[in-house]
T-cell receptor, first 115, second 110 residues
Framework: AQSVAQPEDQVNVAEGNPLTVKCTYS??????LFWYVQYPNRGLQFLLK??????LVKGSYGFEAEFNKSQTSFHLKKPSALVSDSALYFC?????????????FGQGTELSVKP | EAQVTQNPRYLITVTGKKLTVTCSQN?????MSWYRQDPGLGLRQIYY???????DKGDVPEGYKVSRKEKRNFPLILESPSPNQTSLYFC?????????FGSGTRLTVV
């Protein structure tokens, strides 16, 4: 079965420090991987995606993610965290042959950046 | 501006009272879907539609209906809402460049 796991419910980081939000996946074949962010009382905003090519993907707001096929991981990173990065982050995967193009989401990680 | 519009944003209703959450997209996408978001569970797909008059169940379809009579609209119908359907709902539209989500509908069933 296809699945996505975000092992940390919450990540706490001091402003200016690097941050990592972890994601691992299980899917047949080569996956399409996504990161979304949800600010309080807002919808889902697209951050970045990996389809193919360079394993390091750069996205919005200074975020990047590294695709690691051997570890089946797609961790989200940012070199220097901002207080405004505090939000709920979702990793998602879509298998290439998955019926209907369904996105399978992780359970979400709450990122808290303190001044 | 390319967008997915959901209404209402907030809704409080009573058990058993039929309701409809509307979703409309202006990107001429064929594929649309509904998700519900619950704490600790992430987002789970309720129903999806690959084109007009083509709909199918997602992972958690019980208690929901959908229709796709025209390409731009994909309403979510709760014939007899129950408290376990209290959740945050998102409509999504998929095109070649990826997925666009609506702003969400927070539904409370009392």
């Amino acid at each position: 079965a296809q699945s996505v796991a975000q092992p940390e419910d919450q990540v706490n980081v001091a402003e200016g420090n690097p941050l990592t939000v972890k994601c691992t996946y299980s899917v047949s074949g080569n996956p399409y991987l996504f990161w979304y962010v949800q600010y309080p009382n807002r919808g889902l905003q697209f951050l970045l995606k990996y389809i193919t090519g360079d394993n390091l993907v750069k996205g919005s707001y200074g975020f990047e993610a590294e695709f690691n096929k051997s570890q089946t991981s797609f961790h989200l990173k940012k070199p220097s965290a901002l207080v405004s990065d505090s939000a709920l982050y979702f990793c998602a995967v879509r298998g290439l042959y998955n019926q209907g193009g369904k996105l399978i989401f992780g359970q979400g990680t709450e990122l808290s950046v303190k001044p | 501006e390319a967008q997915v519009t959901q209404n209402p944003r907030y809704l409080i209703t009573v058990t058993g009272k039929k309701l409809t959450v509307t979703c409309s997209q202006n990107m001429n996408h064929e594929y649309m879907s509904w998700y519900r978001q619950d704490p600790g569970l992430g987002l789970r797909q309720i129903y999806y539609s690959m084109n007009v008059e083509v709909t199918d169940k997602g992972d958690v379809p019980e208690g929901y209906k959908v229709s796709r009579k025209e390409k731009r609209n994909f309403p979510l119908i709760l014939e007899s809402p129950s408290p376990n359907q209290t959740s945050l709902y998102f409509c999504a539209s998929q095109g070649e460049l990826g997925y666009t989500f609506g702003s969400g509908t927070r539904l409370t069933v009392v």
